[in-house]
């Protein structure tokens, strides 16, 4: 496990080891909890200006470690840099694949993986599930349309564009918008905005029962 640095986050109660990943495009810095004895991985981004600590985030931790999944957050290497802007989407997408493939040769070997994220860390899960091998993908408040930008092309084809069952978890005032349920995707509606911090227990709720159906587990008690 490697030092925590200076302008890293404060350590996350819901992970145990920290360390950093090579990319492209600088160091990502990976959080991880493996399960005990787990039956699937659970991988996720945070939002282009916010990081790992977001209240859906860690909802969706909480809840795939109470299934007995290995549960990894990842900050982006601009993140990890100190910078809040966000890097390009083929910089984000590059970094987000390497770090994939490094978890799937070492830590989460052998296990069926999920991928996701937050806003923006949704639109890179859903653009690289087929590269990464996911079998499922988490959004969290999904940013479907700019909020005043109606000029601006909708991300609607990112998300048809995953390929394998998707959950998208969205606040009822989104200002981005409501995706709409389509073939292999589900979409809850919880109280609350984009931040999706109103009603954190329904967050939990609708990841536990969806990760349970797309590995075959059964809900904890």
Not at 21 to 33: F, K
Not at 93 to 103: F, G, H, Q, S
Not at 120 to 130: M, N, Y
Request: some cysteine.
């Amino acid at each position: 496990m490697t030092a925590r640095r200076p302008d890293a986050p404060a350590p996350d109660p819901t992970t145990d080891t920290t360390t950093e990943v090579d990319t492209p495009h600088g160091p990502a810095r990976v959080h991880l909890r493996p399960g005990a004895s787990p039956r699937g991985a659970l991988v996720l981004g945070h939002g282009a200006g916010g990081g790992i600590q977001a209240p859906d985030l860690r909802a969706a931790t909480a809840a795939a470690a109470a299934l007995g999944l290995s549960v990894a957050l990842v900050e982006q290497p601009y993140r990890v840099a100190g910078r809040r802007a966000p890097a390009p989407a083929r910089q984000l997408d590059a970094a987000w694949t390497a770090v994939a493939a490094r978890l799937r040769a070492a830590e989460l070997s052998g296990l069926p993986l999920v991928v996701g994220g937050r806003s923006s860390g949704a639109r890179v899960a859903c653009r690289t599930a087929s590269a990464v091998g996911a079998i499922g993908v988490l959004c969290l408040a999904f940013p479907l349309q700019p909020p005043g930008r109606a000029d601006r092309p909708s991300r609607l084809p990112e998300l048809d564009g995953a390929g394998v069952p998707t959950l998208v978890v969205q606040g009822e005032r989104d200002a981005f918008g409501v995706p709409p349920e389509g073939p292999g995707r589900r979409v809850v509606v919880v109280a609350g905005d984009h931040a999706l911090k109103k009603d954190v227990p329904a967050v939990r709720a609708a990841v536990t029962g969806w990760l349970s159906e797309v590995l075959g587990l059964a809900p904890p008690a």
